[in-house]
Structures are given as structure tokens and as C-alpha cells.
């Protein structure tokens, strides 16, 4: 034996952090992958070794001490706000800026009685303010959401009996329009001769077949059919609302007459606009980048924000609808497959989809995860850049992913871009979406990002587009100024003029 070593046990005075404290930054710590070097121990004690971003009240020496803020700003964080953060019962500040959150902002952040200050700004996140907070807000809480897609003054809004029953009577006069998605299937015939349907939870905002035929103008526009669909498509809107997702107005269950009613979409979807079927203008590169980003938040929220996490399962650019501002939503739940809490993110399961969107590895062996949507949003992806169509039968190479990597591999990238876009783009942006586009299309769904991954990646897309926005319209001001030679000429003139005797 070389040497030996005598170990002696230091103990603290102060007592160990509060226990409930403990657990619940350990879950956040988990939650967003923290690997910080001083995360170990106890999170307060000793005071000299406090965890980085903490701050804990210390009372005296026999009251465990608890943490009254947290700053994790500027950490890379990305998906919901972890519900764990409610457990920190003495928070008094909360700090989560500058990272890559998304979802909405959670009710629960309103029932901390202690915090005094919240700042969520510059990060990904939806939806509105709870009203619950706002209304903390005029107690003095300070609450920051810039740099989000907030609306800050508006209230959610769930639709009760009395607007149901005034759509009904008002729909005609209101900017909301229908558009019907309607499902028609005949009675199935069974030896006791009758059919019980499962009924929907909720019952106020269901329409007769009369009054849905009176608000559709008879049914001028029909999306889709089948029952199974029709009835996954309910239940699962009447319980999922974001901003980025079509707006359930209500749903016909009358006799063999099935209809969901959505929001109207006054731009129609994604498809008839690259493919120029609705006429008009192109979409600018702007506006594409803007449309791409909204759609994958909307993707987002259904894989991060909900409980327990859905795959929406036939992500494509028809079921991407535009409003009047060509602001993108998610469309079409029909298919769509829920994760029970606390099972695996992946599932075998019957393949549904459409042809040229569809996950290889969920159409090979059946296996679906949130990784199947982001091959789908892929290929959405390559749409956008390439204004071509998913499957072309007058192409060598029918398929728009396979075509693609053709074009990568003969190096003509430029070919790529959408012709009709006259090279009125950035090509910074460009090279970074399709980028992005061909590793959501990766053959392994290992290797794909994920959307909360996604979503970062298109709003630095966006971010690269500004600034050439930006620069091209200083360039274009430049040039006008030396089409008039005189304008200068005259600056320089008044310049040496001196002041005149009055």
C-alpha cells in the first residue's frame, strides 16, 4: 500500500433543501436534458455551492430552504413548459426567455401565489394569455411574452350553448364562414337490426341536418367521408385548441347525416396555391417560410402540447388551410392517433395516410410515432421549395423525395426552387429549408429531428429571410437615389451655402 486517504464527514449546518423543491427541479432537470456540471447535490446547501440559476430563501438554519426563483434563460430549452415548475410552491420569479418553448402558456402559472415575475419572452410559444394571469397581471405580477406568437389582449374562447345556438341563427352575417366536412355512411345492417353509436361528450355545438344544410348553402363544399374518421375527428377537436389548428364550430350527428363544421379558411389550402390552381399571385418566399413555420407549431402542439400526444397521421399541403391573411392551420384529424400517457411514443398499427406523404418506415412495417408526421411535413417541405407536386407520373423520378436527392446528387440545387418564383428568394433561407427538409425525410426515423427541432430551425429560416428582406430594401433605396443625380447634386450645393443676413 502506497498511500492511504482519511476521509471526514462535514456536516452542514443549514438543513437540506426542501424536499417537494428537490423532486420538482430534478423533473425539470430532466424534462429539458440539463446537463450542467453544478446540478449535483443539494440544490441550496451549501450556499457557496448553489445550483447555477437558483436562488432559495434561507430562514433560519432549521427550516429547510426552498427556491423562490429560477432563471434557465438562454438554455436551448424546447417543448411545453414542464407542469413540474408548478411544484416549486415558494417561486417567487420565473425566468425561461430566449429559448425554443412552444404550446401555450399554462393555467397553472396563475395559481403560484408567490411569483411576482414570469418572463417567457423570446421563445416559440401560442395561443393566448390565460385570463387568469392577466387579471394577476393587474395585481402587479410582471409578465413578458415578447417575441412569441401571443395574443396578449384576447380571451380563449370556448364556445358554450348560446353560441351555438346563435351561429345557428347569425351564421349568414358573420365573417366565420363553413366550410363542411361531410361523412356519409349507411346504417350497418346487423342481425339485431340496429346500430348503436357512441355518443360525444359534449352536446353544445351540435347541429341538425336542416340547420347544416341551411348554413352550407347546401352543402357547397364536402372535404371527406367515413364515420370512423368523422368520429375521431369530433372527439378529439372537442378537446385540443391551438391557433394553428382549424377551429371546430360544431358537428351534425343526425340519423345517417354526418358533418363537422370548421372555421372557413377564406385562402383555401397550401396545395392550390403552389400548384396555381386558385390563380392570383405566387407566394412569395416571405410568406412560405411564414406559412412552413406556422404549420409545424401546429404539429408541434399536437406532439408536445396535448395530453396524452397525438400523430396526426396525414400531414400533407391540403390539409395546411390559409385565412385571409394567408395564416396557416392544421387541417383534417380524421386519422389522427393518440399516445396513452406514459406508453411508448411509437405504436404498430393499421397504415393510413396518403400515398407520397407516408413515413417508409410506418408503410414498410406499420410502425407509427411523431416521427411519421415529420416525414410527412418533410415532404410539405419540398413542396414549398419546389412548387412541384408530391407524385409526378411525367417525371424520370415520380417521387418528389427520391427526385430531389437526384437533383442533390448532380448538383444542380438550383433547379430546385420553385421556377415561378422568378429567383426572387434568399438563398441563405432556401439551402436551410430544404436542409432541414431532407433530414425530416431521412429514411431512419432515429436520424429526423424532432418538431419542437423543427420549429427552431424554420424561425432562424424566417430570421435569415428578414434580414435579406431587409438588405435588398436599403439596396433598392440606394439605386433610387443614383437615378437622380440632381437630388445629390443639390445636397451638396445647399451644404456650402451660408447663412443669409436677415
Not at 440559476?53 to 429547510?64: F, H, K, Q, W
Amino acid at each position: 500500500m502506497n498511500a492511504f486517504e482519511i476521509y471526514t464527514v462535514i456536516e452542514f449546518p443549514q438543513s437540506e433543501t426542501n424536499q417537494n423543491d428537490v423532486i420538482a427541479i430534478k423533473n425539470i432537470q430532466a424534462t429539458y436534458g440539463l446537463n450542467r456540471i453544478d446540478w449535483q447535490g443539494d440544490p441550496c446547501v451549501p450556499k457557496q455551492f448553489l445550483w447555477t440559476g437558483l436562488r432559495c430563501n434561507v430562514i433560519d438554519v432549521s427550516t429547510p430552504p426552498g427556491i423562490v426563483s429560477l432563471d434557465l434563460s438562454s438554455n436551448g430549452l424546447s417543448g411545453v413548459i414542464s407542469p413540474s415548475i408548478q411544484n416549486l410552491t415558494q417561486l417567487q420569479e420565473l425566468d425561461l426567455s430566449k429559448n425554443n418553448l412552444t404550446g401555450e402558456i399554462p393555467e397553472f402559472l396563475a395559481k403560484m401565489k408567490y411569483l411576482l415575475v414570469i418572463n417567457l419572452s423570446g421563445n416559440n410559444l401560442s395561443g393566448s394569455v390565460p385570463q387568469a394571469l392577466l387579471d394577476r397581471k393587474k395585481d402587479g405580477l410582471k409578465l413578458v411574452v415578447d417575441g412569441n406568437m401571443i395574443c396578449v389582449s384576447c380571451r380563449k374562447k370556448f364556445p358554450t350553448v348560446a353560441v351555438a345556438a346563435a351561429s345557428v341563427s347569425s351564421v349568414a352575417i358573420i365573417i366565420i364562414i363553413v366550410l363542411l366536412l361531410i361523412f356519409v355512411l349507411r346504417r350497418r345492417k346487423l342481425s339485431a337490426g340496429k346500430v348503436t353509436r357512441p355518443s360525444f361528450k359534449s352536446k353544445n355545438r351540435r347541429f341538425t341536418y336542416s340547420e347544416v344544410e341551411k348554413m352550407t348553402n347546401n352543402f357547397q363544399v364536402v372535404l371527406a367521408q367515413g364515420y370512423k374518421e368523422f368520429k375521431a375527428e369530433v372527439e378529439l377537436l372537442l378537446r385540443v385548441h391551438h391557433e394553428k389548428l382549424v377551429g371546430l364550430i360544431g358537428y351534425c350527428d343526425d340519423g345517417d347525416n354526418l358533418a363537422l363544421i370548421y372555421e372557413f379558411m377564406e385562402k383555401g389550402n397550401l396545395k392550390e396555391h403552389l400548384s396555381g390552381k386558385r390563380g392570383g399571385s405566387v407566394l412569395s418566399w416571405p410568406n412560405r417560410l411564414q406559412i412552413a413555420l406556422q404549420s409545424a407549431i401546429g404539429i408541434e402542439y399536437l406532439h408536445n402540447g396535448c395530453k396524452p400526444k397525438i400523430v396526426h397521421r396525414d400531414v400533407k399541403s391540403t390539409n395546411i388551410l390559409l385565412n385571409e391573411k394567408f395564416e396557416a392551420k392544421i387541417a383534417d384529424f380524421g386519422l389522427s392517433r393518440s399516445f396513452l400517457l406514459g406508453s411508448e411514443d411509437e405504436v404498430f398499427t393499421v397504415i393510413a395516410g396518403t400515398i407520397g406523404y407516408l413515413d417508409p418506415e410506418y408503410h414498410k412495417i406499420g410502425l407509427l410515432s411523431m416521427k411519421s408526421d415529420v416525414y410527412s411535413f418533410g415532404v410539405v417541405l419540398l413542396e414549398i421549395i419546389s412548387g412541384r407536386p408530391v407524385i409526378h407520373l411525367s417525371r424520370d423520378i415520380e417521387n418528389i423525395v427520391e427526385w430531389t436527392r437526384s437533383i442533390i446528387e448532380n448538383g444542380d440545387i438550383e433547379s430546385l426552387v420553385d421556377p415561378n418564383l422568378n429567383q426572387d428568394y434568399d438563398t441563405g433561407s432556401a439551402w436551410k429549408v430544404l436542409e432541414l427538409a431532407m433530414s425530416c425525410v431521412n429514411l431512419s426515423s432515429k436520424e429526423r429531428p424532432n418538431m419542437s427541432q423543427v420549429v427552431h430551425e424554420l424561425n432562424e429560416c424566417v430570421e435569415t429571410c428578414e434580414n435579406w428582406r431587409k438588405l435588398r430594401s436599403q439596396e433598392v433605396e440606394t439605386v433610387e437615389l443614383r437615378s437622380f443625380p440632381e437630388l445629390s447634386m443639390s445636397i451638396t450645393v445647399d451644404t456650402d451655402i451660408n447663412p443669409m443676413a436677415r
